[in-house]
């Protein structure tokens, strides 16, 4: 059986500012392989412009605590220590696997591998900037988070950076059309 009859899943992580979203956001309109993105859940609110359904399942505490009693996430966690969960819907990804669809999870270290005990052939991708001096100037270049918020992230930015050997393969986001090309290639190189 080829993996498009049966689809592939694709795990990409990187820490926040890798620019990893926008990576992925090219992949999906340029790789040309039976790419879906899974939607993640989550219990913050949206932000300005958000659409539940297309950015995120915006969900409530209360029905995503559910949820995870009943087993529907593949991986769930609390995300930065702020009382907001994130997740993967189980159901979302295995319909899509079945209809030989390559789904892409973006995803932090902690649910890559989770997930991966649950899909040990999965392809794995960590993105990165070339350095984390490069990451900080990105992450305070937003100008969208507070002293306390970047410290945060970049405390959690180190520690993952640190598992980028975890995954199969480590690319470094210079240029998103680049980054996005060599992700493509890479997934090629599974078999299609």
């Known amino acids: 059986m080829k993996a498009t ?20 956001r090219r992949l999906m309109e340029t790789c040309g392989l039976p790419l879906v993105l899974s ?30 009693e009943a087993g ?27 209809l030989g669809k ?21 392809i794995t991708i960590f993105v990165r900037p070339e350095s984390l001096e490069e990451l900080e100037r990105r992450l305070r270049g937003r100008g969208t988070e507070s002293e306390e918020t970047l410290r945060r992230r970049l405390d959690v930015a180190r520690r993952e950076w640190q598992s980028a050997r975890e995954y199969q393969h480590d690319v470094v986001n210079q240029s998103v059309a680049s980054a996005a090309e060599e992700i493509c290639q890479r997934l090629r190189s599974h078999g299609t």
């Not at 009859?5 to 992925?24: D, N």
């Not at 991986?75 to 696997?97: A, D, I, K």
């Not at 390559?102 to 999965?122: K, T």
């Open 102 to 122: 390559w789904v892409v999870l973006e995803i932090d270290v902690q649910g890559m591998r989770a997930v991966q005990r649950q899909f040990p052939d999965s």
């Open 39 to 68: 939607v993640s859940a989550t219990t913050r609110p949206p932000r300005p412009g958000e659409r539940d359904g297309v950015d995120y399942h915006f969900l409530t505490a209360e029905d995503f605590a559910r949820r995870r």
């Open 72 to 98: 529907d996430f593949l991986e769930s966690f609390e995300v930065y220590g702020r009382g907001y969960w994130y997740g993967t819907l189980r159901q979302e990804v295995t319909t899509s696997l079945a």
């Open 5 to 24: 009859e049966h689809g592939r899943l694709v795990i990409i992580s990187g820490p926040s500012g890798a620019g990893k979203t926008t990576v992925v």
